[in-house]
């Protein structure tokens, strides 16, 4: 059993910046793959980026690659996303997930993630 807890969430300006975290419990975190995504109003939600239980993988979306970096700790637990030159279509709550799967075709779809978050609330003014 993995409990997801996000935070780092707020309001902030086009071109800013924010770091998302996101704390697990449970002793087996570091054999989940994790996983972060978006929904805006009215949207389904979509992938944003993943991240290998031993981190030496990473994949995107294209919508966020070269401005979004996910990266994990293992000893703390915890899973991060950083967002740069941050815009409005940014805007949506954002949720970590953790899957057991182990083939990396499976990490954009939402409905092979075990564990879910509550979502941590991302706006981004003009």
């Known amino acids: 059993q993995v409990q997801l807890v996000e935070s780092g969430g707020g309001l902030v300006q086009s071109g800013e910046s924010l770091r998302l975290s996101c704390a697990a419990s449970?002793?087996?975190?570091?054999?989940?793959?994790m996983g972060w995504f978006r929904q805006a109003p009215g949207k389904v939600r979509e992938f944003v980026a993943a991240?290998?239980?031993?981190?030496?993988?990473?994949y995107y979306a294209n919508s966020v690659k070269g401005r979004f970096t996910i990266s994990r700790d293992n000893a703390k637990n915890t899973v991060y996303l950083q967002m740069s030159s941050l815009k409005p279509e940014d805007t949506a709550i954002y949720y970590c997930?953790?899957?057991?799967?182990?083939?990396?075709?499976?990490?954009?779809?939402?409905?092979?993630?075990?564990?879910w978050g509550q979502g941590t609330q991302v706006t981004v003014s003009s």
């Open positions: 997930a953790a899957t057991s799967t182990v083939y990396s075709d499976s990490f954009y779809f939402t409905s092979l993630y075990d564990y």
């Open positions: 991240i290998t239980w031993t981190a030496d993988n990473t």
């Open positions: 449970g002793r087996t975190f570091s054999r989940y793959n």
